[in-house]
């Protein structure tokens, strides 16, 4: 029985018929941008694809913070737009953008806002002070949203005096679907953000010296040299058709006066949350990402899992420890780990090998999350074979690794297909180590557990949310019990073997 040729073999076609689909020619140029410009920017997407004919730009959507670093790391993108000029300063400072494309394209106004039904609201940033607030929502330090809320606050001096009462969002979007989900009592949000919502009022308006300008810079990066599909978004985005969306939503434009009566919401087309239907890829991508890791791990797995569970040598105890060691880390410090080793800095990408930012990266970091419960499955699986009946094949002839492959391997075979299904659902449900390492880029990388997290981030998103909770609870679910199952089985032969 060839086991091993077997286990390979199936691995494999499961990785290609899972395999996403090739990126089409037609795509359009990847942007990198602020969360808060989800919906505005998509509305400038769809109508730029329809009036020029050409490919709609991927867009992905975050902190500028966050982006800023992917950007810095190897993420490629051939515009990015953040929401201040300090994260361009820096993408700038380190020659990632094309000279010349740099400008001011946006203008943003800071707001306080409570929920639609609230009983109690703000009158001004004193009655941030006043007992009914208990939680107030606002972007992370980090991030532009965030850092312009804390100098309002700090310019009327309650800074000290509310941070315990902070509820601190990864992204300017996540700040106002708090708010939009009445968890907090008010939040600091963008006033174009907060207008387009009808699940939240605002409460009063900052003035514009109590903070820094909130200005969206745009810029062409290297990647897009020679590019004539971003530098024709890039035009568009500073032309009059976009123009029309910008000042539709709130915005205020370089030069020209603040909007007196705009509405903020979008026009007819416009949405902040993406088309409902998008649960299907991030499923397939799982699926393959999963699949690819197990193949990818078990190679190793039988290796180490037989020569730990077989032979006796020095440092076993030290090797097991660093082994198992993603087990116990938390999974944010190894993708950071990931990223520092296979990052545009680090020894990987000093060879140009690009994994960082690459749905390849999501099968690195899956793997490496999900590889120590393989290898405890794979060697307890081994340690319930009797290694006499290996034995007793070499004397019969055998060589080692055949009486192995024809002994152990067959009878072993219960175990190893338990660990391959744990460390596939695992894998499915990996989330910070391929945030890290991965990113999240639809189309690319994103996998349930980011979509999951992006759809509850945003505003309207609770119902795609949802779908997607219940397919990872109902996948969860088969993998646990055809595991314990297969384990069940090998402890069976094992107690067969024992008796014989």
Request: proline share 6%.
């Amino acid at each position: 029985m060839q086991t091993p040729r077997i286990l390979f073999l199936a691995c494999c076609s499961l990785v290609c018929c899972a395999a996403p689909q090739a990126r089409g020619e037609e795509e359009g140029p990847r942007v990198y941008a602020a969360s808060s410009l989800t919906g505005v920017l998509r509305e400038v997407a769809r109508r730029y694809a329809q009036e020029t004919g050409r490919a709609s730009p991927r867009l992905v959507f975050g902190a500028s913070s966050r982006l800023a670093r992917q950007l810095a790391e190897g993420a490629r993108a051939e515009l990015v737009l953040t929401a201040d000029e300090a994260w361009m300063d820096a993408l700038e400072a380190q020659g990632l953008l094309l000279a010349g494309t740099r400008a001011v394209l946006l203008a943003g106004r800071l707001v306080c806002a409570v929920p639609r039904g609230a009983s109690w609201a703000p009158a001004g940033p004193a009655d941030l002070a006043a007992p009914p607030l208990r939680r107030l929502a606002l972007a992370g330090p980090a991030v532009p949203a965030g850092r312009r809320a804390r100098e309002a606050l700090a310019r009327h001096g309650l800074l000290e005096r509310l941070r315990l009462r902070f509820v601190n969002a990864p992204s300017a979007r996540a700040a106002l679907a708090l708010v939009e989900r009445a968890e907090v009592d008010a939040g600091l949000l963008y006033a174009t953000d907060a207008a387009a919502s009808a699940r939240v009022r605002v409460a009063f308006v900052f003035a514009a010296d109590a903070h820094g300008p909130i200005r969206y810079p745009v810029a062409l990066t290297r990647a897009a040299r020679g590019d004539e599909d971003a530098r024709a978004f890039y035009d568009y985005l500073r032309g009059e058709g976009a123009a029309e969306v910008f000042r539709a939503a709130g915005f205020a434009l370089p030069g020209a006066p603040w909007p007196s009566a705009g509405s903020g919401r979008l026009p007819a087309g416009g949405s902040a949350v993406a088309p409902a239907a998008s649960w299907a890829a991030p499923f397939a991508r799982s699926l393959w990402v999963a699949t690819a890791s197990v193949a990818l791990s078990l190679p190793w797995a039988l290796g180490l899992g037989a020569l730990l569970a077989r032979r006796e040598f020095f440092g076993k105890a030290l090797l097991n420890t660093l082994l198992l060691s993603p087990l116990v880390l938390p999974p944010v410090v190894t993708g950071y780990l990931l990223l520092r080793l296979c990052g545009r800095n680090g020894p990987l990408g000093a060879f140009g090998l690009e994994v960082a930012f690459t749905r390849w990266g999501a099968v690195v970091a899956a793997s490496v999350v999900g590889f120590p419960l393989l290898l405890l499955t794979v060697r307890s699986a081994f340690e319930s074979v009797d290694p006499r009946y290996e034995q007793l094949a070499q004397t019969l002839g055998l060589h080692p690794l055949a009486a192995f492959a024809r002994v152990t391997l067959p009878m072993a075979l219960p175990g190893l297909v338990a660990g391959c299904v744990l460390a596939f659902a695992r894998a499915l449900g990996e989330f910070g180590a391929t945030a890290v390492l991965a990113g999240d880029v639809p189309g690319e990388t994103r996998t349930l557990a980011l979509a999951v997290f992006a759809l509850y981030e945003e505003p309207g998103g609770e119902e795609d949310a949802r779908v997607l909770v219940w397919i990872s609870l109902g996948l969860c679910l088969v993998a646990l019990v055809g595991a314990e199952r297969l384990t069940a089985a090998q402890r069976r032969r094992a107690r067969e073997g024992e008796a014989a």
